[in-house]
């Protein structure tokens, strides 16, 4: 199971062995269950509060699911993600974003820095 590492300026880092049963849940539901308090709001993907940068850790590479649509939006309006990257990841059917909405990312198998 994954290792996933909150990191934030103003908090201490926290690192939190994901579970079984983890790969149905998002990052913000498994910041919540450990008290890491990642700002959210809508947690729909829509208002792009609980943006979070993730860098891989495992060196299997990049498992993650592709963004979903909203995300894509939301990340769009913030520039966080290019064209070239949606593109990439719909080809690859993972994602390389750096940024994702930790409301709308499922963990998967891999070790993660999630920084807020
Ligand atoms: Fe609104 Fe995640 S809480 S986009």
Avoid at 72 to 92: C, F, G, N, P, Y
């Amino acid at each position: 199971m994954p290792n996933v590492t909150f990191s934030s300026p103003i908090h201490r880092d926290k690192t939190v062995y994901a579970v079984a049963g983890s790969h149905t849940q998002t990052i913000l539901k498994i910041a919540k269950d450990n008290h890491i308090p990642i700002d959210f709001s809508c947690e729909d993907g829509e208002c792009g509060t609980c943006m979070v940068k993730v860098t891989v850790l495992s060196n299997k590479g990049a498992m993650a699911g592709p963004l979903t649509d909203k995300e894509i939006v939301v990340l769009k309006e913030h520039k966080k993600i290019t064209q070239e990257e949606i593109d990439a990841m719909r080809v690859d059917d993972v994602s390389h974003a750096r940024w994702r909405l930790a409301c709308q990312l499922i963990l998967r198998d891999e070790d993660l820095l999630v920084e807020y």
